[in-house]
């Protein structure tokens, strides 16, 4: 080992060891959940900069999130200082985001292209299923959105998918006009939509060697992490990073501005003499994490690496450092239900640990409630709020919990769903700084023709963009000529006014060629957009208390672009708006740590927390009705269950609820098969599905005794803390009187409504009235739906209206 690297080695077992100090060109470590990957990839960057094997400029990180990245970055430099700075840690998009500044010009964009986030791709694609009436066949903006995205993964375009295509099918030829019509209007757009970014630089580099070779030269270390859920395009863009360099000879492909779809020919063994070695490449990954085959991703990734690199090492990691040996037999025991896996065995020398607990709610409020009263019981023990995360499968679920976590005053945040940038007002916002950063954008440019209202209709519309048409121009510069579209008065001013704001905030923010803007530019030119615009006023003079919330999202949008100014005083409106495009699935807007995580299974790769809570254990959830259809769904919805509770260092806490509302619509839910998986002498049932509807007794905790709460401690939930009286009475069941933490697996129902209370054909009619163990008496005041789906309207004297199922619900006649 090299002077002064002990530091940096120490307490790796030797597996761990042998991984970090690899020489070799390929290395591949495939170990399950907390075996310390992540790990091992960054003390492996830290020691190549210790031992001054390589400049921190040459080495290339790849990680699936930015804020995975961060925190690498954040490893990286506590080990090794200020040495780390200039090296790329990033996920695949923003690594590609940079290439792509650099060299569009070289393909027919400009440097200040605009990123499509896959809402922007939605709108542009229904415009164009609309125009080229492909609804009449049946498609669907988001079939055709999923499809085309799915082609580009596998860096196919419109033309080579048309190729292999049958064209006689008339379904299929107005597939391909949409598709082919989508990539024309991205490139008329100076804009890339998310898959772009990779599939372009691929394209880039088959196409402009000389380029690649830039690269190669420069990146000689390339590390991946989460290397299971690559898919074809950015396996691809590995492969070509990898190769050794070519010297600069043009290699026949054609540069039409299009992907190049052709498979590789040289894959590397062909090295011409005397060429640069390629890069080394580092990859770890786990199959039994893979979760993103609907993307495209590939196994296949993991079990070919040692195929496309004969000389690469492998290195297996088996001691899990992270989770008690309970949370890891549980994990074991559910992903050995998988076929087609290798079978490996994850140990950790932590010990049993607290056992696991089970806990079965009569609706999605009563798990809500049980998850903030074990949060509280475990901060009351000492545990932080910021080392607890509570996982869902669909982004719908966290409703229920962020409306008993505000009443509950849980402070929380969900991470993930991007839900400050998805909210309409940001959009536009957004879409103001891209009409300035990028004129070319039409899509942005038309959606703030008439936000504020300015009274400009479609009408209006149709006549800038033919005037623009007519002349030539974009549509953008048509607006600077609003006299000349055969408009009223009025709306002419409307038009001049908003080029006028246009022009002075492009003024500010891009300055005449030779000055550079202040760092403040972005956000002085976005102030001064959504004032003078009028966007502000309008929503100051509005009385809905969502506009309310609205501005105060504005303010939010304001303060990121000053803290922008003081992070990246270089930093140009173009790469602000990067910055904003790509705040990745697990990111959010700062990074509070004293509060609960809240996000997807999806989202919570890679990550982990003391205490874990997965929530929504049920049939139609985890596994997902849409799995269901799909081949192979069922076994990575198995992988996202375990991705789940693997998370998890010391608690793990698995819930589920016997009905759950979704869309207005009360259904029975049925416990996940997921759940019988698990050894049952490993879980302690609080509250299990056996018992939900014998509860008995008295309400004995006082309906009052938690008063509604007003604001969120964060600001980032959907409800922005203005004290509505939407959570107002309080309408959950108690749960005091727990049965005794014994009911075993085997007395898990398999169809719920065996075990539940069951009324089975209970004649009831509208104008009965009823007792309920948890609400009290009430009057029903209609029955709906049929069968086991009847549903009671009741409306009790003290709990307010309610929905029921007939069949199981607690109630009796009176
Ligand atoms: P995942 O598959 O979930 O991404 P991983 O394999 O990347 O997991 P890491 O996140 O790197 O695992 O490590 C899990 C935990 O184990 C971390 O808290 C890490 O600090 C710790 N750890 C890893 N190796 C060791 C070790 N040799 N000694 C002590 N702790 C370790
Ligand atoms: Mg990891």
Redesign the pocket.
Known sequence: AGAGSDDLLA???PQ?LDAVTYRGQALLIV?G???????VLTRRIALLLRRREAWPSQILAITFTNKAAAEMRERVERLVGDAARGMWISTFHSACVRILRREAEQFGFTKSFTIYDSGDSRALIKRLVKDHEADAFGFTPAAVQSRISKLKNELQDAESYARQANMSDPAERVFVEVFADYQRQLQKANAFDFDDLIGQTVYLFRAFPQIADVYRRRFRHILVDEYQDTNAAQYALIHELTRPVQGGAPEPYASNGMMIFEPDPSTGSGTAEGAEPGAALTVVG?SD?SIYAFRGADIRNISEFERDFPSAKVVLLEQN??STQNILSAANAVISNNFDRKDKKLWSDKGAGHAIVGFTGYSQHDEAQFVADEVEALRRAGMPYGEMAVFYRTNSQSRALEEIFIRSAVPYKIMGGTKFYERAEIKDALAYLVAVANPADEMAVRRILNKPRRGIGDVTETAIARFAEEHGISFRDALAHPTQLGLGPKLQAAIAQLDAVLREATDIMLPASGEIAPPTAVAEGLTLLLQKSGYMDALRASRDPQDEARLENLDELIAVTRDFARNSPEGTIVDFLAEVALVADSDDLDDESGVVSLMTMHTAK?L?FDAVFVTGVEEDLIPHRISANEPGGPQEERRLFYVGI?RARKRLHISLAMTRAQFGEVSVAMPSRFLQEIPSELIDWRQSPGDVNSRGGTQSRALNARRPSTGSGTGSGSFGGSGSDRFAPRELPRRDGLKPLSTAMDKFPNRVTAKVRDNGDLELNAGDRIRHDDFGEGKVEAITGEGAKRIAHVRFDAAGQKKLLVKIAPIEKI
Request: hydrophobic share 15%.
């Open positions: 307490g790796l077992n761990q170990a959940a907390g075996s310390g990957k992540t790990s786990d994490q450092y992270r890679g982990e693997t």
